[in-house]
């Protein structure tokens, strides 16, 4: 048994220091046994209950003396509150984004540990799972994709994506579903795995692409699940542990080629309340008995512990077939953690604030496609100029690696207000929007005179 936070438990309940909340496993009540432990844990994790419950309940059999209380917050809302100087004591944060504990680590928020692992991680392509400077640690591999409902494309006489680019074609359009990467931080890790792995400008003018095809943007990514699984959407762009799910059939998952490999991580925080206890927590994620839960069918991620994979129980993921066969990258975590700011921002402007817009020019221009039909070689042309009008970011990939234009949109997660800079490249962004949308409507509106 263990004490927890579920996202339902309002905020006050955390503030109230005598008051603990206990989330049953079991079916099981709060025993007077509680009253006897003498120390505890403060985790928060952007993992849903379904997710940690099995690591939790296992660590509480090994050390009922620690009462575990968990906070689900999504990434951003995480990063936010603990960069704001971690008020309530949390000790242990724990996540599937690796731009999450560089951006902390950055904000000095993360406690650096002389821990050796007690037993040897895989490495990606030659690369550590962990901080090298032993703030954060890999405990499993994950990368990113899309997930589809079979019976919902059958019904639409769809065939599914077998690539990236499949996604942009028009027969997707109102099927796609995604959310927003200020919203989500697993999101910002397909966002940015998908800049990565095309390139800046190609990226972005795949995103812009894509975003015609989006149905809408969900409020969290467990709702790009959630939808996809009640038949809502079609194809859902998602991180593995939310795309695949054992226990529908009508469900699938396929990795992006190449697999651009990031490890959740787990670290100890500054100003936590129990250190000792957080070291426990995070030992047993590591050890070859933590790093087994992964394996549980409703949970399926690819641990690191080597020991693990000389049991040979993961033989059959997928994503390790793909790192044994070459087909992976290792995800630049120091580059999105760079331009973490940026990328949001743009995303922000150029596809939540205009997706209306967006696509209500997309749809003009699929009737008129139809309209002068695949053969009208002037309509190819319009065609391939309104495609450019709505493709193009006005920040180009030396800027998006230039620390010192990042620093414009640093204030992001502080709260504080826009700086003068960070107004004026909005308002130069937003004009540039505006005029590529009036040359794009000004284009459709000469061809169906034509």
């Given amino acids: 048994m263990y004490v927890g936070f579920v996202r339902a438990v309002r905020y006050f309940c955390w503030c109230v220091f005598g008051v603990t909340v206990a989330l049953l496993l079991c079916g099981g009540s709060v025993s007077a046994a509680n009253a006897s432990q003498h120390s505890r844990l403060q985790i928060i994790t952007s993992y849903p209950p379904n997710f940690y419950e099995p690591f939790v309940k296992r660590f509480q059999d090994l050390h009922p003396e620690i009462a575990v209380s968990i906070l689900n917050k999504k990434t951003t809302s995480a990063v936010a509150e603990l960069l704001r100087g971690n008020a309530r004591n949390f000790d242990v944060f724990w996540a599937s984004s690796p731009d999450a504990f560089e951006i902390l680590k950055q904000g000095q928020m993360l406690r650096r540990t002389e821990r050796d692992r007690q037993y040897k991680a895989v490495d990606v392509n030659g690369a550590s799972v962990d901080d090298p400077d032993g703030y954060f640690y890999g405990f499993a591999l994950s990368a990113v994709g899309w997930m589809w409902n079979q019976s919902y494309l059958d019904n639409e006489e769809i065939a599914a994506p077998k690539c990236w680019e499949d996604i942009v074609d028009s027969k997707y359009y109102s099927h796609v579903v995604m959310t927003s990467p200020s919203r989500s931080g697993t999101t910002h890790l ?5 800049l990565q792995k095309m390139g800046w400008e190609k990226g972005w003018a795949y995103l812009l692409r894509i975003s015609g095809n989006l149905v809408t943007l969900s409020a969290r990514s467990f709702s790009v699940t959630e939808g996809v ?16 799910a054992p226990d529908a059939d009508n469900l699938r998952f396929r990795y992006g080629e190449p697999a651009l490999i990031a490890p959740a991580g787990i670290g100890a925080l500054e100003n936590g309340s129990n250190s000792a206890e957080a070291e426990l927590f995070i030992d047993f994620m590591l050890s070859p008995e933590g790093q087994a839960i992964l394996l549980n069918p409703q949970i399926h991620r690819l641990p690191v512990a080597l020991q693990v994979y000389d049991s040979g129980k993961p033989t059959h993921s997928q994503l390790l077939k793909m790192i044994k066969e070459g087909n992976s990258k290792r995800y630049d975590v120091y580059l999105s953690q760079l331009r973490y700011n940026l990328v949001n921002h743009l995303f922000e402007e150029f596809i939540t ?18 309209q002068h039909g695949a053969d009208d070689l002037a309509f190819a042309m319009v065609k391939k100029e309104f495609y450019r009008l709505l493709s193009e970011v006005p920040v180009t990939e030396e800027q998006s690696r230039n620390p010192v234009y990042n620093t414009i949109f640093s204030n992001s997660f502080n709260g504080t207000p826009k700086s003068s800079d960070q107004q004026q490249q909005i308002l130069q962004w937003q004009q540039f929007i505006e005029e590529r949308f009036t040359k794009a409507n000004e284009l459709l509106d000469t061809a169906q005179r034509k």
């Fill in 190 to 194: 397909i966002v940015e795995s998908i």
């Fill in 229 to 244: 699984r009640g038949g809502l959407y079609g194809v859902g762009l998602v991180i593995d542990i939310l795309g695949r």
């Fill in 353 to 370: 604030y205009k997706l209306l817009e967006r696509r209500q020019l997309w749809k003009r221009m699929l009737s008129l496609e139809r």
